[in-house]
């Protein structure tokens, strides 16, 4: 069975801290793996990794996978409120049809 | 449209009650995805449309479950029989291709069983 697990669970801050997430997977039949912001209630996409080592970057996100340690991080520089959301990271593996979740980052930024 | 229109926002049954949940997708996408999450967890995938067709039902937690999208765009998920366990955020994506790349989710059906 496919398995996501992201850590930490929750992660307060103050605006402009740098910060990480983390994503570990095990899948098989690995396809790719997705980066989503959870506001309210829709998952909005942000990125999507399937090259190891290969950095996606969009403004201050960026997140880069490594397949050997079965892992992904999502930076975010500078922060600010607005990116406070929950960040989901999942996995497409064995069925190409359907994603594997995790959990979730509940990121909080202060003023 | 524009996005992936979900209705209604917000649903209260009463345990037992059957409820029907509906799924507008962006028009032209062939793709059609049900997930379900529960509060503090994230999705889970329940069903997978090819146009009208039903490829994959797995993720169905039991027989109470049904989907369908007879016309091969607007999909309607059923729950007969609500338990307190169904309560959750209903989520619809689709998509162009049948990838996962490029799904657009919808913001959602929030169901909660008393």
């Known amino acids: ?111 | 449209g524009a996005g992936v229109s979900q209705s209604p926002r917000y649903k209260v049954a009463k345990r037992g009650q059957d409820v029907a949940l509906r799924c507008d997708p962006i028009s032209g996408h062939v793709s059609l995805f049900w997930y379900q999450q529960a509060l503090g967890q994230g999705p889970e995938f329940l069903t997978y449309f090819q146009n009208e067709a039903q490829l994959d039902k797995s993720g169905l937690p039991s027989d109470r479950f049904f989907a369908e999208r007879p016309e091969g765009s607007v999909s309607t998920l059923k729950i007969q029989r609500t338990q307190q366990e169904d309560s959750a955020v209903y989520l619809c994506a689709s998509s162009l291709g049948g990838r996962v790349y490029g799904y657009t989710f919808g913001s959602g059906t929030r169901l909660t069983v008393v």
């Open chain 1, 1 to 111: 069975e496919d398995k996501v697990v992201q850590s930490p669970l929750s992660l307060v801050v103050h605006e402009g801290d740098t910060v990480t997430l983390n994503c570990s997977y095990e899948v098989t039949n690995f396809r790719s793996l997705l980066w989503y912001k959870q506001e309210k209630k829709a998952p909005t996409f942000l990125f999507m990794l399937t090259s190891s080592g290969i950095e996606k970057k969009s403004g201050r996100l960026s997140s880069i996978l490594d397949k050997k340690e079965l892992s992904s991080i999502l930076n975010i520089t500078a922060t600010q409120t607005g990116d406070s959301a929950i960040y989901l990271c999942a996995v497409e593996g064995g069925s190409a049809r359907q994603l594997t979740f995790g959990s979730g980052t509940q990121l909080t930024v202060l003023p």
